[in-house]
């Protein structure tokens, strides 16, 4: 399995932008993928995660409302629409996957990790 994340960039305070990540490998069906994004001199944090089939959906309740984690089963994409953005969104996001269906909030649980996008939101 790889991963390709994108879409990250400068936006202003209020501002949506909608990350992808490409899945190249089989079983994007049954992966439970997850988004998770690492602040400038923090931790990596959990963002919301996605049963394979897409049917269930996790976020980190403060994001409730704005974040939407979705699967494209068509084109194999993992995206995630951010809407009305914060300057404490700032961060690089990940994208990362299982082969497992289930959906985790654990990183430890994902063994495939794109490389990072980076989200800059200015007040």
């Known amino acids: 399995v790889q991963l390709q994340a994108s879409g990250g960039g400068p936006v202003q305070a209020g501002g949506s932008l909608r990350l992808s990540c490409t899945f190249s490998?089989?079983?994007?069906?049954?992966?439970?993928m997850g988004w998770f994004r690492q602040a400038p001199g923090k931790e990596r944090e959990f963002v919301a995660a996605?049963?394979?089939?897409?049917?269930?959906?996790d976020y980190k309740d403060s994001l409730k409302g704005r974040f939407t984690i979705s699967k494209d089963f068509t084109n194999d994409i993992l995206n995630l629409q951010m809407n009305d953005l914060e300057p404490d969104d700032t961060a690089v996001y990940f994208c990362a996957a299982r082969l497992a269906a289930g959906l985790t909030r654990a990183s430890s649980q994902y063994p495939y990790w794109g490389r990072g996008t980076l989200v800059t939101v200015s007040s």
């Open positions: 490998g089989r079983n994007f069906y049954s992966s439970g």
């Open positions: 996605i049963h394979g089939t897409g049917v269930r959906k």
